[in-house]
């Protein structure tokens, strides 16, 4: 080969050396994972340094190391502290590394095709791995709407849906537009999935799931392809398909904000939604905990027409639950399934369902052929406080101080019109050496979700009586910190009181947030700082009267907590009103 024939060579190759740099250059300025830059950059290294096929790789090589964009991507490199050793092949190459060099040249181009395709192309390359994706069976779907407890209102709205499948020609001829999308909004674990899977087995329709974060991938225009592929699969069902997307926020925030290739996927998911139409008997379901930070063109009627909300289940909705879950288990005949369910008030349906299947462990471990009361308490103490810290072993001291404390919360509570106490325990769970179960009176079964301002101070003030018990009791330099859990809450409670419910003679307070700090003149401020001092005084003024009081129930109620442990039910009221102890006999 001439020199001049060489200077051609020369001259292609940096030619397209320069197209390759530039691309690749150009997604090192929009990645900000050195991870996936480092290995891309690692792949392009070993292809065009370590391997060579003939002589003319030579010649190749050496542009590349001198290319004027290689030196512009090496500082790029550096500037985000990628390190990058490069090195030449030998001279003389031997035939086994002549054919793997042959075997990288078809590798190395087919990795520039991708590169090229996600950069310039119409990301059309990747639709091949799309299909992995969309290729997941369809879900069988054995569970209707009678399997699920509580949940009346969203069941009534899903029912016209259901009307729709079985009498779609009736619903075209009549010219009614049935929602192209419902979105179940609401906390985790009350059963938005479960009614995904229950409305197709109600439709007699396929069923197909998909979590959000499915979509997200950090290659662009790889989400919205797999957007596509799974409105495409659901085309290809002719007797209809039920389409449930979970925690469609993690694709659905409001475009502008994450990056680039999460806005083209919400695109392709906002221009699907309007592509199908009704004849197509397809139906979107979707599931969030947090619909404010959706955008706002995803909520639009056409779209999600409608919205419906799922909130924890209430009295009826949780007895619904505990009977479903309870048919396939032998209960003991004592047990009150009524109380069970007034227990459970701000549970989730999934904590209620987690209950009943964690007394049935405790009846199994505790040799017991049946579910007693005992185990559905113990139960409901691990659901909510954790499993009981057995290997624990605190001194004589420290539970009389644990009694003590738990007993002022009781005393106050129940000296109180507004508040009951259903257990009291020094049992040691999670982080907490004991805790008192203080509900409102004749709240168990309506659920009630208003609070008057005479509820909210009850609850101040029977938190303050742990603290104030150990005071009366031990002294103020033997208090401990103990009641720290109980300070938080009262903090809580006390900025709601003032500025979230306006409740005080300050008046409405102007803010949008709990941290009003930087909201409020300094006059406001001084107001509620003012207002808070005088709240906590007076409570503790009372809390301390009602301590004084009822000393000697007040010791009552700790020694038999040192011998008992645990005091629940009408035995808390039996020793408050008769002030003796039920127990008696095991009494020392």
Known sequence: MNNKEKLNLEKKDKNYLELIFNSIRRFVSINKNPIIILIIVLIIVISNYFLRIDDKSIGFNKFFLNSDSFNGLYEELKDKKINIKISFARDNIS???????????????????????????????LSFFNSFFSSKKKEKVVISFKDIGGLTEAKEELGEVIDYFKNSEYFIKKGAKVPKGILLVGPPGNGKTLLAKALSEECKVDFIFRSASEFDEAFVGVGAGRVRDLFSEARNYQNGCIIFIDEIDSIGKKRYSLGNHYDQTLNQLLNELDGFLSHEK????????????????????GRFDRKIFISNPDFNGRKEIIKINSASKDFDSNVDFDELASMTKGFSGAEVTSM????????????????????????????????ALKSRTPSLKSRKIT???????????????????KKITITARWNAGGYTWVDFYNSERNDDDFLNKSQIL??????????MSEEIIF?????????????????????????????????????SNSDYSQKLSNNTRKKIEDERERIIRICKIRVKKILLEKREILDLFANILLDKNTIQGEDINYIFVNRISPYLKFLN
């Open 95 to 125: 035939l086994i590394e002549k054919i793997y060099g042959y075997f990288s040249f078809f590798f190395r181009n087919f990795f520039y095709l991708i590169l090229f395709d996600l950069i310039f192309g119409n990301r059309r390359v």
């Open 282 to 301: 397809i139906f979107v379901l979707a599931a969030t905990n947090k619909i404010e930070v959706l955008d706002e063109a995803l909520l639009r009627p």
């Open 356 to 387: 009943i299947d964690e007394s049935l462990i405790i009846s199994i471990r505790s040799g017991k052929s049946l579910i007693d009361q005992d185990s559905l308490l113990e139960a409901l103490d691990r659901v909510i406080m954790g499993p």
């Open 403 to 421: 009694a003590y404390h738990e007993a002022g919360h009781a005393i106050v509570a129940l000296s109180l019109p507004d508040t009951i106490v």
């Open 458 to 467: 009850s609850n101040i003030m029977s938190l303050l009586g742990g603290r």
């Open 475 to 511: 002294g103020i330099d033997n208090i401990t910190s103990g009641a720290y859990s109980d300070f938080k809450k009262i903090t809580s409670l006390i900025d709601d009181l003032i500025i979230r419910y306006s409740m005080t003679n300050i008046g409405v307070v102007l803010t």
